[in-house]
T-cell receptor
Framework: QKEVEQNSGPLSVPEGAIASLNCTYS??????FFWYRQYSGKSPELIMS????GDKEDGRFTAQLNKASQYVSLLIRDSQPSDSATYLC???????????FGSGTQLTVLP | GAGVSQSPSNKVTEKGKDVELRCDPI?????LYWYRQSLGQGLEFLIY????????KSGLPSDRFSAERTGGSVSTLTIQRTQQEDSAVYLC?????????????FGSGTQLSVL
């Protein structure tokens, strides 16, 4: 079982819709959770971090964390074509300090 | 510099040759990571340096891979006797590594092609 799992997609949504990206992780001791966005041919950049159960909102982005279910998600409201990218879920493992990434979900927002 | 700097940006080498990839992290960042990303794939963890602690080498795929970090700053990833399956983008990232601040800043990567 992979440590961090994401649906690879591709996920397509129309402009203005809500995009929902999901991630599960295997290490119950994980404490820090991140969403990175990676445009084609570019390096990843951090868009959201979340550390406690519940929702965290930042502009059009909302991260949701449920440690009991070992599940973290990212919602993008009012999706724009510029949101088209691969979204990587990353989790800090409980024992080590390394950051483990999922394989990413490719999102396409259709104009 | 303002960001994480990696060199070279592109490296083409012949199978069996050794290569060295360099990473210059953001000044003051104590944590440094190396990841590998194959085409269309996620990030594969290779190695993690944190201050003066022993590095976490658990992600290195074979003993052909090694890395060092001199003076807590610049890092070099060395691949000996390169193989075609080593072809990938090698990404370096640094962070402040405080418990609640683990934002990674990535360099632009080194595209390695082994012929």
């Amino acid at each position: 079982q992979k440590e961090v799992e994401q649906n690879s997609g591709p996920l397509s949504v129309p402009e203005g819709a809500i995009a929902s990206l999901n991630c599960t992780y295997s290490d119950r001791g994980s404490q820090s959770f991140f969403w990175y966005r990676q445009y084609s041919g570019k390096s990843p950049e951090l868009i959201m971090s979340i550390y406690s159960n519940g929702d965290k909102e930042d502009g059009r982005f909302t991260a949701q964390l449920n440690k009991a279910s070992q599940y973290v998600s990212l919602l993008i409201r009012d999706s724009q074509p510029s949101d088209s990218a691969t979204y990587l879920c990353a989790v800090t493992s409980g024992s080590a300090r390394q950051l483990t990434f999922g394989s990413g979900t490719q999102l396409t927002v259709l104009p | 510099g303002a960001g994480v700097s990696q060199s070279p940006s592109n490296k083409v080498t012949e199978k069996g040759k050794d290569v060295e990839l360099r990473c210059d992290p953001i000044s003051g960042h104590t944590a440094l990571y190396w990841y590998r990303q194959s085409l269309g794939q996620g990030l594969e963890f290779l190695i993690y340096f944190q201050g003066n602690s022993a590095p976490d080498k658990s992600g290195l795929p074979s003993d052909r891979f090694s890395a060092e970090r001199t003076g807590g700053s610049v890092s070099t990833l060395t691949i000996q006797r390169t193989q075609q399956e080593d072809s990938a983008v090698y990404l370096c990232a640094s962070s402040l590594a405080r418990p609640t601040n683990e934002k990674l800043f990535f360099g632009s990567g080194t595209q390695l092609s082994v012929l």
